[in-house]
């Protein structure tokens, strides 16, 4: 995570799992993902909650043929409770990212799909709700 998203692993994001449905992230709160207010700078609960949804269409274009390009095209969010100790975002659209990866590989046309992450503390309380709108369109093949 260092190399590829380094404010990612400055924040504390973690990923705790990943399979072809769901992806969990973790953030706890620390010292670099402060706010003033003694809870989680909200911009570090985005980033937790958008790569819970980003590391699933990672893994449904991964090495795709033609190859996939990808885009978070809009965000809302909704908060409910402070964001302290640790917080667990999941995402459980996987299949309907398949099924956008596959469409835009089908057809070439661009696809867009809204994937929603929820954060979760560690009493089971409900802090963020995120919807990430992203964009995915299959790559022209170069021709020789």
Not at 10 to 33: E, F, Q, W
Request: hydrophobic share 40%; charged share 20%.
């Amino acid at each position: 995570m260092l190399a590829k998203l380094p404010m990612a692993y400055l924040a504390g994001l973690r990923i705790k799992a990943v399979s072809p449905d769901h992806a969990a992230v973790t953030i706890s709160y620390k010292y670099l993902n402060k706010n003033p207010f003694n809870s989680i700078y909200f911009a570090c609960l985005s980033m937790a909650a958008e790569l819970s949804t980003g590391v699933l269409c990672m893994m449904h274009v991964y090495k795709s043929n033609p190859s996939v390009s990808m885009l978070v095209v809009n965000l809302e969010a909704d908060f409910t409770k402070k964001a302290v100790g640790k917080i667990t975002f999941s995402c459980h659209d996987g299949q309907m990212i398949q099924e956008a990866a596959d469409r835009t590989k089908q057809t070439g046309e661009g696809v867009t799909f809204t994937a929603t992450s929820i954060g979760i503390d560690e009493k089971g309380d409900q802090v963020a709700a995120f919807r990430f709108t992203w964009s995915m369109k299959a790559k022209n093949k170069r021709q020789v």
